[in-house]
Structure formats: structure tokens, C-alpha cells
């Protein structure tokens, strides 16, 4: 089970020394990865990259870009190796208290309609499906939907 005491102590920036791995988890977790070009892009742009590494292993990364009070999330990854433990939730909920703590008051997301697990992840977590963008991203057969989904803070 995730240690969910320490686990941001977990997180840190990503650096371009990192890509190797990285690209090696999302080539394994993704069947439509991004490349390392659009990877790079990400580090050498304002997008936030993160990392979540245990004994200089990397299990999981988190991108994400902010605009004003909004903050779009780009890609959540943990290894497949350590995925259904608890590891996704943890680093969710660490951007949920980074959006937080930047005064952010709105998270929006994409995902492929097909990715039962992520979508479970996002409506456990409060998240709510706004909107649908019909054929959106390449399958296997074709096009694929991408939902849309949207968390708001609510600021107290
Ligand atoms: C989506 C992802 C980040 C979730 O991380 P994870 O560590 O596997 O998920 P967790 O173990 O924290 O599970 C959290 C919740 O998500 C849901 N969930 C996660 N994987 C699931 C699966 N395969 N099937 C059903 N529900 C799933 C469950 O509701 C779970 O809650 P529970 O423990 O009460 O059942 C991870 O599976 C992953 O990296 N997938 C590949 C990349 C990807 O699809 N990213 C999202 C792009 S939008």
C-alpha cells in the first residue's frame, strides 16, 4: 500500500536528465506516447514537470501548464509496475494541494474515453465531465472521443 504520509517528499522537478526514463515509462504505459520532442518541449516551455522517485528510481511523473487561476493537466503517468497501489491517487492529490497553494481555481483535463482507470481515478477525486470532443485523438481503429473534465476549487 502508498505511504501516504511523506509523499511529496517524493516529488521533485524534472530535469533533461530524467527524459531517458521517462520516455521509457511512457512508452511502456501509454499505447499513443508522446515523443521525446513533445517531452522535451514540455522542460524547455513554462509547463511544470515533476517527478515521483523512491531510491533514484523513477515511478511516476506529472505534467502541467497554468494560465491565470486555471491549471491544465497534461499527463499523470506511474510506472505499470506500480500502478493499482495507491501511487496515481497520492500524486493527484499533491496537485490538488499544489493548485491550492497557487490559488488556482480551476483544474481542467483530457482523457480518452476508453481509459476506464483514469477516469475512475478523476471522478473519485471530484472531478466532473464538462464536455466531449468527438474523434479527438488516433486509435487503434480510428479516432477516439476525449473527455473533458474540470475540478473546482472551492476556496474557503
Ligand atoms: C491513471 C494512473 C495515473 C492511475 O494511477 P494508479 O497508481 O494506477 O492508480 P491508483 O492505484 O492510485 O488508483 C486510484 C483510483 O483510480 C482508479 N483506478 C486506477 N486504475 C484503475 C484501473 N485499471 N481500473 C479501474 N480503476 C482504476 C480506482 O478508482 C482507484 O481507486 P481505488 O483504490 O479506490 O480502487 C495510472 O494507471 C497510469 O499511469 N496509467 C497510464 C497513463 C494514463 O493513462 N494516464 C492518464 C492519462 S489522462
Known sequence: MADTNNFAEYIRLMTEFDLPPVMQIENQAYDFPWTTGIMTDCLTSAYYCYVYEVNDEIRGYIIFSTVLDELHLLNICITPAYQNKGYGQLLLDWLLNFAR??????????????????IRLYETSGFNEMGCRPAYYPAKKG???ALLFAYEILLI
Open 101 to 118: 497553494e497557487n490559488k488556482t481555481k480551476t483544474l481542467y483535463l483530457e482523457v480518452r474515453a476508453s481509459n476506464r482507470g483514469a
Open 143 to 145: 479516432k477516439e472521443d
